[in-house]
C-alpha cells in the first residue's frame, strides 16, 4: 500500500474544496455587493 500516494490525492482533493470555496466567496461577495451578477460588468472590474 503506497501512502504517498493517498496523502497525494487527499491534498489534491482538499486544494480542488478550497479553490472552490474561494470562489464560491468571491460570487457571494460581488452579488452582495451589487445585488446581481452580470459577468461583462465583473469583466469590467479587471480594468
Do not use: P, S
Not at 497525494?8 to 468571491?26: G, K, P, S
Not at 452582495?32 to 459577468?39: A, D, E, I, S
Amino acid at each position: 500500500m503506497n501512502i504517498e500516494g493517498h496523502v497525494a490525492a487527499i491534498f489534491v482533493i482538499i486544494l480542488a474544496a478550497t479553490e472552490a470555496a474561494i470562489a464560491l466567496a468571491i460570487i457571494l461577495n460581488i452579488y452582495q455587493h451589487f445585488r446581481h451578477v452580470n459577468v461583462d460588468e465583473v469583466d469590467d472590474l479587471k480594468e
